[in-house]
């Protein structure tokens, strides 16, 4: 009982990254209906400017305890701004010429996106693991029971209401501004949207970039709860977010956030019950398992296919 | 409506430079957390940034005087009006027939010409690393093409039959049972000799029944799920070799697999060896030649099965269902044997792949079968144009062979200094060229088909017309 307890913890704060960055893939496939390989990269670049910014604003102001909230804070929201433009650079440079093309081409394009920016900060930054020093070790026991305690850090209770704060924000744009009606709109129907005066390309881009300021947010947590990051941390969890974003439904936000929480949990468990080594191919088997029984998902609408 | 050519508009310069001040804008803001700053360890391990303006401004610099020319270069050529390019002539197709006969007629002669010019200690790094290691891919490609070029299923798990392959042959060709069955059956000298030939046959038909195996449950999915779904069968397949270490080692891999033999003839230095038996010198040269002439006729078997199943009920089935599967349906084409042959015939030719890569390292680990791999398979196949062979041999040259002469660029350490690495581009150009080619040609480098079926005159079908671009 307190074993499952304290996974569950783990893994909901898991599934919150999870779930960060599977909104961004889920929302670019509801839109323009393509697999943003390189969103995972992006995901990981993102932990790399939370860790420059980390590391920049503490060796001006010291590690103590408030100089570390700052660079926290610094660190999430310059991550938010670069990470953004990034993704909106690569929607720019990589994607728009070919949407409405051969329906490869931009999977293609994509796939070459990710290798790009793989390899681009393995270049910039060099191949080696990237530590911070260890922060918020803190944690609050909230039980005890024959010697083992329940905890749960401050570092998982910052993560999962950072991202519940966030989500809740990110829900109120998407269902109550017009830019919300205007994305909703470009996904059922492009050319009406623009018959109507929406300017659909600026729409797909404000997706882009609001898809990366959340996996920008799943980075910085991501290196604040383990640590370090290295050039090669994309591929892995993107995978899995995209694993969550069909668990879920793909197109269904909330659905990418229970589908991020179902792959945080089964993981944890799996490692914690079976073996550690095969937890990765759990998440994949559980992908290839929904999309061969449910293809739909959790929460996603079912397609039909017309002739 | 009436076309008039427009004059010329003289080259707004004003708009030129603001785009170009906004790309450099946009630069600085990518490039000065990411290259501006360097994250270092120090000796002791602390962490440090090491500030780089020199190269942030370098970058920037490029970037601006990069997207000024481009707009440059665009507006000049503006008021021309693109001739629309006859999407396909037969002039085009001849190319391919004869551009294809030509080729392999080159590929023949490439080890002894090599040879020639080289000598024998220069040859084996351009028949080794450049000849073989672009056949492995062209051979790989044309695979992979039967599965996606004619039968449109997108497969991103296709290096999980190559893995296949590569352990079949390794795990047969090492096992130690096996190899006193053999030396009681035949002689102890039987095994080692004749492994690679008893295992390739294997090898394919363990990787085709790895194809129906991975198939059926994936009947029902269709563009980019079945893309992610191949893709987690092929990571599950990874790291089932990593993890399982009693089967496959794991990390450590399989090492001292047996080389394959000349019918039976070692290539060594013994008196039964290659080169004494034909009273030749000898070199290591030789078992590379040979190696490149098996790998040369494993893919030139490739070929010519898929051109010829093209032309058989099966082959058209395929592309009918590539083009649609609801009037494949109605049409009575049993769409699940229709499929899974297709995987299977993709899967056998990849696992021949693997036995032969196998045999040619002598040493195998899960390193070698990451998904970089299977992309690049993708890359080579749809680069080169979905379905068209020549194509998946210009792009195998163009990316496998260009990325491999990135490793010849030493001599630009002069200008940059000794830490100038060029091999450590190699990835990095490989990406931006994958992003760069779909840009420029998304349909692919020969985008023109040959049809299978022609009424009265044989046409050309330019592939904007085939279906998988609508898909």
Redesign the interface.
Known sequence: MEVFVQQLINGVTLGAVYGLIAIGYTMV?GIIG??NFAHGDVFM?SA??A???F??VT?LAGMTGGAVFLALLVALI?SMI?TS??SW?IER??YR??RG?????????A????????????????A?N????PIMRDTISLFEKDGFVVAISYKQILIILVTAVLLGIFWYVVQKTPLGRAQRACEQDQKMAALLGINVDRTIAVTFIMGAALAAVAGTMFLTYYGVVVFSDG?VPG?KA??AA?LGGIGSLPGAVLGGMLIGLIETFWSAYFSI??K??AA??I??IV??FM?QGLLGKPEV?K? | MMMEAPAREPVNFAGLLKDAVFAAAIAFGLFSLMLGLKTDQTLNNQMVLVPRPGLLATVVGLVFIGRFLIGYWQAINAGKIKKRKAAATPLALKIEKYGTAAFVGFLFVYPMMVLGTAGPSGAIKWIDNLGIQILIYIMLGWGLNIVVGLAGLLDLGYVAFYAVGAYSYALLATSEPVKEFMAGAVGPTFWPLWAFWICLPVAGILAAFWGVLLGFPVLRLRGDYLAIVTLAFGEIIRLVLINWVEFSGGYAGISSIPRPSFFGVPFNATESGFAATFGLEFTPIYRTIFLFYVILILALITALVSTRLRRLPVGRAWEALREDEIACRSLGINTVNTKLTAFAIGAMFGGFAGAFFAARQGFISPESFVFLESAQILAIVVLGGMGSLLGVVIASILLVGGVELLRELDFLKAYFGDNFDPAQYRMLIFGACMVLMMLWKPRGLISVREPSVFLKEKKAVSSDLVKEGHG
């Not at chain 1, 093309?101 to 394009?109: G, K």
């Not at chain 1, 796939?111 to 060099?126: E, R, T, Y």
């Open positions: 496939f393509m697999v670049i790399f400017v860790l420059i910014c590391m920049a060796a310059v670069v433009l990034f650079t440079v990589a010429k070919l093309s051969f329906r490869l081409a931009p999977l293609i394009s796939i070459g996106m990710s290798i790009l920016l793989m390899n681009f900060v393995q270049v910039a930054q060099g080696r990237k530590p911070i020093p591929f995978v995209f694993t069909v080594d095969y990765d191919v994949f088997s992908l290839a999309l061969i293809p296919e002739v």
